[in-house]
Structure formats: C-alpha cells, structure tokens
C-alpha cells in the first residue's frame, strides 16, 4: 500500500453530535409540510375560483328579473287591451295586437322568461298566490280552476307568482 493519504477517509463518529440524518429527516419534513400547504392552498384557490364563476353566471342570468318584472306589467295591459279590442269584435286590430304580443313573449323566452301554465293543477303556495276560493264540486279541493294574473318564471325561479282561484267545497 502506498502511503499518500485519500480523501475519503471518514473521521470518527462523535455520539454528542448531531447526526446528519435527523437533520435531512427534518428537512424532509418541512419540505414536505410546505408542499402539502401548497397543494391546499391551492386547492382552495382553485375552489374559491369556480365558486365565483358559478355565483357570476347565476347572478348574470337572473339579472334580467327586476327589468323583466316591469315588462310584465305592460304585457298585462297589452293582454287587456286585446281582451277589449275582441269584445268589440275588430279582428284586424285583434290579429294585430296578438303578433306583437307573440313577439313580446318570445323575446321573454330568449331570455329564460316564459309563462306558468297553472289551470287544473293543485296549489302550490310557492308558486302561485291565491286570490279568492270557488266553490266546485267537479274539481279537488285545492285545485286551481281560474288563473286572474298569469304566472312567469325566469328559469326555475318562480318571477311572479300567478294570482289564481283555488276550488273548495261547495
């Protein structure tokens, strides 16, 4: 053997010493913890971010409601209107009034806006408003049998409740 030292020597194990090992391990450790606060952290991002999307889609759809409410309004007065153009029976102003009152609802309906159909149905307090009884023998008690105020929904949120008669007992 030759007598040059190497560079490998390895010096004595000193027991007071800290181990390098508790120190890597502990290191791991950490890094490990950081990486799992990472990865929730971005979780919850990530979360918060398809919360906020959902909450902006649904709060731009029913945007329309409140102008849409005033719409209904007039359409009311339209279908009035109508009402008593037919009782004075001049059809061409009927046929009129009818086409633009067609256009008034589809333009409604490309917006999520279309009316309740709400005749023979029971009532459902959620969605209609009960404005009187009538008593009728031929219907269940608490069946719809006159709707005065057609009902709208934007969606599948009820946006005016339809003003009906509900049947009773004679």
């Known amino acids: 053997m030759s007598d040059k030292p190497t560079n490998y020597d390895i010096p004595p194990h000193d027991s007071d010493a800290p181990a390098g090992g508790d120190e890597l ?3 791991q450790r950490q890094r490990d913890e950081y ?3 990472l990865q929730r952290t971005r979780a919850e991002f990530m979360n918060y971010q398809k919360r906020s999307k959902t909450q902006a ?3 731009r759809a029913y945007l329309v409601g409140s102008l849409a409410l005033d719409v209904l309004a007039v359409i009311d ?3 009035r209107a109508t009402d008593a153009a037919r009782a004075a029976n001049v ?3 009927v046929e009129g009034l009818d086409m633009v009152h ?3 609802i589809s333009a409604l309906g490309k917006h999520g806006i279309e009316p309740m159909s709400v005749l023979g149905e029971p009532f459902d307090p959620n969605q209609h408003e009960a404005v009187m009884q009538q008593p009728d023998a031929s219907k269940p008690e608490g069946t719809i049998v006159n709707e005065l105020a057609r009902g709208y929904k934007l969606r599948e949120r009820v946006l005016r409740p339809a003003k009906v008669a509900v049947s009773v007992r004679p």
């Open 25 to 27: 391990t502990q290191a």
């Open 35 to 37: 990486l799992d606060q």
């Open 57 to 59: 889609d649904a709060d």
């Open 77 to 79: 007065n339209f279908e």
């Open 91 to 93: 059809p061409s102003i």
């Open 102 to 104: 067609k256009q008034l």
